[in-house]
């Protein structure tokens, strides 16, 4: 079984930043891919970025690339996601997730073990 638990959201401007990590305990996550996903209210889960945490391979959803940087700490066994230049429709609660996958994948589906999810806020 595999822990996750998910920090750093919070209230932040439109243009602002944060930085959300996910702690993963019960076992090492080197072999997982490590996904973040948004859910806003009323709407359907979605796939943000995902990792590789062996080699590295990113992936992104076309409305955070260029903004969005995921990134890794295999020795803490913790993925980050940086958001910057945030936008009102980033507001949503985000959600780590580990995939025991060779490749990314992008559907929910996909992923076995989630956190419980941050809060983000974008005002405008």
């Known amino acids: 079984q595999v822990q996750l638990v998910e920090s750093g959201g919070g209230l932040v401007q439109a243009g602002g930043s944060l930085r959300l990590s996910c702690a993963a305990s019960g076992r090492t996550v080197n072999n997982y891919v490590m996904g973040w996903f948004r859910q806003a209210s009323g709407e359907e889960r979605e796939f943000v970025a995902a990792m590789r945490m062996s080699g590295g391979t990113t992936r992104y959803v076309d409305s955070v690339k260029g903004r969005f940087t995921i990134s890794r700490d295999n020795a803490k066994n913790t993925v980050y996601l940086q958001m910057s230049s945030l936008k009102a429709e980033d507001t949503a609660v985000y959600y780590c997730?580990?995939?025991?996958?060779?490749?990314?994948?992008?559907?929910?589906?996909?992923?076995?073990?989630w956190g419980q999810g941050t809060q983000v806020t974008v005002s405008s």
């Open positions: 997730a580990a995939a025991l996958r060779p490749a990314i994948l992008l559907s929910p589906a996909n992923y076995n073990y």
